[in-house]
């Protein structure tokens, strides 16, 4: 069994700044691609930030220059630092592991329960 737990969401003033936390335990033999996606009321889920195994980023164009992911490959886990905050960045965000369990087995994908963001004065 994989868990994912996600943490570091709430309400901020616009301009400000969170940090999300995307931690994966359980069965685990290696960890390919991590993202975060984000979805508002509404709108579509959409793909925020991806890290590689390699450490290579990659970011939508709304997020860039203010979002940053990165990863601990020792601790599993994932982090999304958002500075500058726009209300429009207002969505529950979800992390998104590509991950194998077994040596033989094939690479699945998990996710995240969520957290929201709120951005709002």
């Known amino acids: 069994q994989v868990q994912l737990v996600e943490s570091g969401g709430g309400l901020v003033q616009p301009g400000g700044s969170l940090r999300l936390s995307c931690a994966a335990s359980g069965s685990i033999f290696s960890i390919n691609v991590m993202d975060w996606y984000r979805q508002a009321p509404g709108a579509q889920r959409e793909l925020v930030a991806r890290v590689t195994s390699g450490g290579v980023t990659n970011y939508a164009d709304s997020v860039k220059g203010r979002f940053t992911i990165s990863r601990d490959n020792a601790k599993n886990t994932m982090y999304l630092q958002m500075n500058s905050l726009k209300p429009e960045d207002t969505a529950v965000h979800y992390c998104?592991?590509?991950?194998?369990?077994?040596?033989?087995?094939?690479?699945?994908?998990?996710w995240g329960q969520g957290t929201q963001v709120t951005v709002s004065s």
């Open positions: 998104y592991v590509e991950m194998k369990t077994t040596y033989y087995g094939a690479p699945l994908g998990y």
